[in-house]
């Protein structure tokens, strides 16, 4: 049985100050939390209903199990649904990716996306085409949002992410740097380097001018239709498809 401050403790990880704080963000849903256990992320405790203590993998001495009931389950839990297992994960500490490590296939950077949605999205679909990399400005959501993190079923224990100023980060850069911009060149016409970067900007507001006046090329999803714009994960898939299809045809 957990206590009244247990409960509290993990209910204050909702919130980004506590998180930022107690270095630790929340992962619920067994099929979600396998996905860490061969990562590089530490587990620091589990909370489980009897009936998946059988389901997990051997697990280090280090961390630690609490078998919990319904009740307790749904206090902690930032789900309307729980999923019957929820984990404390340790917080990385931010590293800012080397220039080197982009110099083979692409990467995404993010400049202010502010929907935790939007991003556990962008992460999913760029751990699909194999994009290992994301580079994000500071102003864009942060990846350890409960939602965030579950949108991305995942992905965010493979994908390497990193927060930084991106003026200061593009401007040393020796690689393509692609902006996906309603003014740019027909995406599916675009002649794609074997690396480089592309550059998705927020979602009211797009790229911001700081950022716009440090890119190679812009780009676009040509519009068939009538709508007046695509929502940004939707975009990043297209963009992050067809990149993959000129790379690996």
């Not at 589990?46 to 280090?60: D, M, N, R, V």
């Not at 949108?151 to 740097?177: E, F, N």
Request: net charge neutral; with cysteine; glycine share 6%.
């Amino acid at each position: 049985m957990l206590s009244k401050s247990q409960i509290g403790f993990i209910k204050s990880l909702h919130q980004k100050k506590y998180r930022k704080a107690h270095g630790l963000f929340i992962v619920e849903g067994l099929k979600t939390l396998m996905e860490f256990f061969s990562s590089k992320y530490q587990i620091q405790s589990i909370y489980y209903l009897p009936q998946y203590q059988s389901l997990l993998p051997k697990l280090a001495s280090n961390i630690k199990l609490f078998e919990v009931n319904n009740a307790e389950l749904e206090k902690i839990s930032t789900l309307q649904a729980p999923q019957g297992i929820l984990a404390l994960i340790a917080i990385p500490e931010n590293h800012v990716i080397a220039p080197e490590a982009l110099s083979a296939g692409f990467s995404l950077v993010l400049d202010g996306i502010q929907d935790p949605g939007n991003m556990g999205t962008i992460i999913r679909t760029a751990d699909w085409f194999g994009f290992k990399h994301i580079i994000c400005s500071t102003n864009t959501v942060e990846v350890f949002n409960p939602k965030t993190v579950q949108a991305t079923m995942g992905s965010l224990a493979r994908v390497d992410i990193c927060y930084t100023s991106l003026p200061t980060y593009l401007q040393h850069l020796k690689i393509p740097v692609y902006a996906a911009m309603l003014d740019g060149e027909n995406l599916y016409q675009v002649e794609w380097q074997q690396e480089g970067l592309v550059v998705l900007g927020n979602e009211g507001q797009g790229i911001s001018d700081e950022v716009a006046n440090l890119i190679s090329s812009k780009i676009t999803i040509p519009r068939i239709g009538a709508a007046e714009s695509l929502n940004v994960s939707i975009s990043a898939a297209i963009i992050c498809a067809e990149i993959s299809r000129n790379l690996y045809k």
